[in-house]
């Protein structure tokens, strides 16, 4: 049985990766570049924004070092999510439901711990989770498996007693690494087949991983 659930943040619990890929959007049409959402999902969909900076001014030749289009993209980011970010369909509902049924719940992202809090105040579900873990804590983030390994020391369980929610393919990856069995929420980008491959299950929305955790025995 799933002792305790662990949630990713950006495009698995809030809606940020559109917000993302409406900043890299903007910043590209002030030097005259098309930016399609298929470029998006493709080459920056679920990477850290350090990496997207400096990818960005490479790919595109901006005249920026990568520090300061991360500034921009930063500084942008901080004015859309003041206007609010809506929570992904279902998460509320699975929430609930892991607090009825009185399993363990954290979350495991690259984000800062400022940010992240902030995003789920908006919303009221911040109380739903005991453990956090935020950028800087561990040495190596995902793929490497250790942002999900500390969730589960977090918890104090083992990593088969968790479940791992992810939406991108460097934290299928990671869950996968850490030996935690994972369900993929896609998000803007389905992740390749090779990825699924290695998933407990595929849900549309939050909300539908209720019946996969309602089946578990023991």
Known sequence: MVQA???????????TEIICYQILKEILARFGHPFALEEYTRSFSGKPETVNAAQLVEAYKLPWTAEEALER?????????????????GAKELLAYLQETGRGVAMASSSTRERALNLLDQHGVTGYF?????????????PAPDVFLKACEKLGRAPGDCLVLEDSEAGIQAAYAAGIPVICVPDLKTPERRFLDL?????????KVIPYLSNQKG
Request: aromatic letters at 6%; hydrophobic letters at 45%.
């Open 5 to 15: 659930v662990i949630f990713d943040l950006d495009g698995l619990l809030v809606d």
């Open 73 to 89: 993209i930063l500084r942008r980011e901080e004015e859309l999510h003041a206007q609010g970010v809506e929570l992904k369909p």
């Open 130 to 142: 005991q453990q956090f873990v935020f950028a800087g804590e561990v040495e190596r983030g995902k």
């Open 199 to 207: 998933t407990a299950a595929v849900c549309p929305s939050l909300d």
